[in-house]
């Protein structure tokens, strides 16, 4: 039986997409490549990206040794329409000087971005749309509403959301591949990786 021999173009092509599965959690679901620009992508459901959220919380800032915010127990949801995620968040703001502890909670959106750089995916443009915590005096509950979500949106801006292992950045960015885009989809986050600059 004679065997034609394989290309270095087709080798890579092959390599890249065996590998593609590793560069991201396990429990993502291989949508593919399109053949026609070697592009493959893999969709991360809203149970995994849930999974992935929750292991970068809680998530804590101390303001002027003044207050501790602290947020935590994110729940996500998938904004197709606008590509991006929603999220809401459980939230404790401890006071120093007095003891005083108030819990609520906050709802926000945001984009995504890949940090090349770093090999992570990262929230992005940031937008609160609710905040409340319980029990606070009115005078700080009109400063709350009038700073909070300003806070709040620079506290969480470029949280990673996600980070591709050096090994596996390493062997894409020597084939010369790279993170193209990322869509949210009804079924998740599709993730497409292909030749740099391919769309």
Same mark, same amino acid.
């Not at 290309?7 to 026609?36: D, E, I, V």
């Not at 996500?76 to 590509?83: A, I």
């Given at each position: 039986?004679?065997?034609?021999? &394989?290309?270095?173009? %087709?080798? =890579?092509?092959? *390599? ?30 809203? %149970? +995994? ?5 929750? +292991?970068? $919380?809680?998530?804590?800032?101390? $303001?002027?040794? =003044? ?21 809401? @968040? /459980?939230? !404790? !703001? ?13 709802? *926000?959106?945001?984009?995504?971005? $890949? ?5 992570? &995916?990262?929230? %992005? /443009?940031? +937008?609160?749309?609710? &905040? ?6 009115? %005078?700080?509950? #009109? ?11 620079? *506290?969480?801006?470029?949280? @990673?959301?996600?980070?591709?292992? /050096? ?16 869509? !949210? ?5 599709? &993730? #497409? !990786? ?6």
């Amino acid at each position: 039986m004679s065997t034609r021999p &394989i290309s270095r173009q %087709a080798a =890579l092509r092959l *390599l890249t997409g065996a590998g593609l599965a590793a560069l991201l959690p396990l429990g993502a679901c291989a949508a593919g490549g399109n053949a026609a620009n070697g592009m493959r992508s893999i969709t991360l459901s809203q %149970a +995994k990206l849930n999974e992935l959220l929750a +292991k970068r $919380f809680p998530y804590t800032r101390n $303001f002027s040794g =003044l207050a501790d915010l602290s947020l935590q127990s994110p729940r996500l949801w998938l904004l197709p329409q606008t590509n991006r995620l929603g999220t809401a @968040v /459980d939230m !404790v !703001v401890s006071e120093r000087l007095t003891g005083s502890r108030y819990t609520g909670g906050l709802d *926000l959106d945001y984009g995504l971005r $890949f940090d090349e750089q770093e090999g992570a &995916i990262r929230m %992005a /443009d940031v +937008k609160v749309n609710r &905040i409340d915590v319980d029990q606070v005096p009115p %005078a700080q509950r #009109e400063l709350l509403s009038r700073y909070g979500p300003r806070a709040a949106e620079t *506290l969480l801006s470029n949280v @990673v959301l996600y980070r591709i292992p /050096d090994e596996y950045l390493s062997m894409a960015r020597n084939l010369g591949w790279a993170v193209n885009a990322l869509r !949210v989809q009804p079924e998740g986050l599709r &993730i #497409e !990786v292909g030749p740099q600059g391919a769309r």
